[in-house]
């Protein structure tokens, strides 16, 4: 009798058993066996072809200009206006002789004005200054023009007072003078006198050298 019961008992477990897993099997895989290899092919989308990029036009560039620079006049040469000022007759050419610093550059042009028997030359570059003031004052004179005239005038030996003066100088040119302690003066002594010229001697003024 226990038997019998365990054996109905074996075949219920093993045929629940068989239920189970028959409906415990996915539906997808009974579906996708069912279903058509044809439809099922057919059913995959077509990929689209790829577009090619669009090409937008290219914009070309704008011409470059060349602006020139503008040219700019030049300005004018104005030529400096001399001052008034100054007196002109006071103010020297550029070609005339004027008194000399160097004892020797006086010497030198001392020598070239009397060659040239050039009187007002000889006034305005080797007389002193203060010895021209003192005339002017005095109303002997009012330049060195109108000295150089009274000289022409009133010496009937003055040509020969230049010769005499220029040999005197071109025998002493390059010999070094006898100076005073503060060098304002030079003192050439002669080998021998010439006309009335023992000696020649020159003082120094303004920084200037003159025939004393």
């Known amino acids: 009798m226990k038997t019998r019961l365990l054996v109905v008992l074996l075949l219920g477990c093993i045929l629940a058993g068989g239920l189970g897993w028959y409906f415990s099997q996915p539906k997808s895989t009974a579906t996708a066996n069912s279903a058509d290899p044809a439809t099922a092919s057919t059913s995959v989308a077509t990929p689209t072809p790829a577009q090619s990029p669009t090409v937008l036009p290219t914009k ?66 080797i007389m002193p200054p203060t010895a021209i003031q003192r005339m002017i004052d005095a109303g002997q004179a009012t ?41 304002t003066q030079a003192v050439y002594h002669l080998p021998t006198p010439i006309g009335r010229f023992n000696d020649v001697t020159f003082q120094q003024q303004g920084g200037k050298w003159y025939l004393n």
Do not use: F, H, W
């Not at 022409?152 to 071109?170: F, K, S, V």
């Not at 040119?173 to 100076?179: L, T, V, Y």
């Open 60 to 125: 070309a560039p704008a011409p470059i200009v060349q602006v020139e620079k503008p040219v700019v006049a030049a300005a004018p040469v104005v030529a400096p206006v001399a001052s008034t000022s100054a007196d002109p007759a006071s103010t020297p050419a550029a070609n005339e002789p004027q008194p000399q610093a160097d004892l020797k550059s006086c010497i030198s042009q001392t020598i070239t004005l009397l060659q040239a028997r050039d009187v007002v030359g000889l006034v305005k570059t």
């Open 143 to 183: 330049d060195p023009e109108s000295i150089a005239a009274q000289e022409r005038a009133q010496r009937p030996t003055i040509d020969q007072d230049m010769t005499d003066l220029l040999q005197a100088l071109q025998s002493v040119q390059g010999q070094e003078p006898e100076m005073n302690k503060d060098g």
